[in-house]
């Protein structure tokens, strides 16, 4: 069996790591010791973890991020998180077929009284939010504990391999996401006052404002004076038929796989969402070896940056708006999947039904806040903070700012003499939330000069590290804002220097230089995929901003700066006609075309809403025509909601069904949240470490 490995990749290292064997439903298979065991599986081309006991549905990895249990499976006889247990060597993995029986009887258990862990302050997270603000805690000498669920620190910043938006100066602007999550660490790793728990799940906010977490399989109770909740987002789902097959994935969970756990999850991607999310996944993919076949987005423009877009079209990826996803098919995994297109009112034409043949649909139609632990907190009265996209979605250098913001103010409220927090620090956290303006159209710029920039940048979006990196600063932003768009002022000379082309995070700057020919001048790219792709010699074909082809130019030379490793500058000379408009390197060898065969719209009623209990938006459209407006009513009569994941995914998607049906959602009741926000085995809570309380 060939290995579903990641084994060179453009911007990522490939790190040494040891090899262990490990059996799965009895066959051995090779896995790395301490992966995660979803990983592994995937690596050796296992997508099914299991079938579901209602239907007998194949489970797969659907998050890989401990939000729900579609990746369960028993690990040297215990259930557990396939995503968030690692691998170890000789480890006996099997499928969860049907339910578990329960024991004959129960032995006695004796318990073990769990002391009291008091604290200033509780983090919860240790993402960007949360990271940033332990920095500021420790910087103030504030007893601080920071506690998140992975092996490592930086959430989701460790899956991040693009350069980040925003300034060099508050939010590390050019300096790729992964980099940054090892920036904050350090610092955070060298505050004396802080203490970090690393595979510790907070798991419930109590009454008696104890805050419970599992940390490497024990129990621990701790009182925190001041609770941070930075606990980051979750993916929102679509409601179709076909959406639990293996294959389906939140974005996050394949961006999991390809970039932090190197797992070559597909072959060829579709993905559902145009915003920032989905136009980094398909750049990521490519970058991992994966084609895409399309993106496509339900609103008339993408919600996203026009540079992330710009950056796929000219890479060869097709971005169909006003469209959506009909049906996702496969029996075992995903086979393929068709989408359609939408009129103003939302709904699919009729006839514009294209399938695509694709081994993996990504879902990146927007995040959800992991806001529980701060509601219950609230509700118990204790004196909670949030920060990042615990507290509004934004992007991650916002949530650096709102960590940064938050810290401080948890220090205030301990009573040390902090000051007032600088008006520039919310005004900045702002900016860094704002959307995306209308894109603009800037003028290219004349043959007059010897060499110049050309910016492919026409949106305000809250970035200018370009203005940074000019030696001589003649590259200024309209307004002297950090949104204002790209401009160089003409009356300084240009050096050719080449730190704007390399430091941009859109590839939206190009530089033309006359200097060697006036009629065919050199022109550098910068560039992010396969290096072998732009070898010197090689034709390649270039595009412009639109993503169509203006020609084949033969590469003469590829350069690459210290400071910014991974982006290289490839060299090509064209007629000078071209030369304004050269914006990139298409790499897809030819756009993927759907299949002839078309599909009927399959019947809306047959999608799976609550993946845990595989209920169906028709069973919960029945109920409600039946008069139910009491989510904790639908939840007895149909089990919505009543599954591990505790309704994390479902919840949206059935108030969308209410509304949908007309109902006034002021009248309608919410459900009641379980106090305990993760799956947690009992004998935790008597004190027994590890796996041998399952029973």
Known sequence: MTLKRITEHPILAIPEKKEVTFTWNGKVLTGYDGEMISSALTANGIDIFGHHYKDGSPQGIFCANGQCSQCLVIADGYPVKSCMTPLRRKMAVTSVEDLPALPVEDAWVPTVDIPILDIDVLIIGGGPAGLSAAVELGRLNVSTLLVDDKDRLGGKLVLQTHKFFGSVEDSFAGTRGFEIGEILEKK??????????????????????????????????????????????????????????????????????????????????????????????????????????????????????????????????????????????????VESVTIAAMGPDWNIIRGTEKTYEVDTVLIAVGLTEVNEFYIKAKEWGMDVFSAGDAQEIAEASAAMFTGKIEGVKIAGSLGLDVGEIPVEWNEKAAILKSRPKTPAKLEKPEYTEKVFPIFHCYQEVPCNPCTSVCPVKAIHTEGNKITGLPFRDKAIECTGCLNCVAVCPGLAITMVDFRKDSEKPTITLPYEIWREKVEVGQMIPVTREDGAVLGHFPVIKVRSMKKYPGTLLVQVKMNKKFAVEAAGIWVQEHQIDPSTIYEKEPLPDEAIICRCERVTAGEIRKAIRDGVRDLNRLKAITRTGMGACGSKTCHPMVWRIFQEEGVDLSKVTDRIVRPLFVEVPIGHFAGIKGGDDNA
């Open 188 to 333: 955070v790793r060298t505050m004396t006052s802080v203490e970090v728990w690393l595979n510790s799940t907070a798991v419930g906010v109590f009454s008696d404002h104890i805050v419970g977490v599992v940390k490497e399989g024990t129990y621990k109770l701790i009182r925190p004076k001041k609770l941070l909740t930075a606990t980051g987002a979750r993916e929102k789902m679509l409601s179709f038929p076909g959406n639990t097959i293996p294959g389906v994935y939140g974005a996050g969970a394949f961006q999991t796989m390809v970039n932090r756990d190197l797992v070559k999850a597909s072959n060829r991607v579709l993905i559902v969402g145009g915003g920032n999310v989905g136009l980094i996944s398909a750049y990521h993919a490519i970058q991992a070896g994966i084609e895409v076949a399309a993106v496509i987005e339900g609103l008339p423009q993408v919600g996203g940056y026009k540079v992330h877009a710009d950056k796929l079209m000219r890479l060869g990826v097709p971005i169909f708006t006003r469209h959506t996803v009909v049906a996702a098919h496969g029996k075992k995994h």
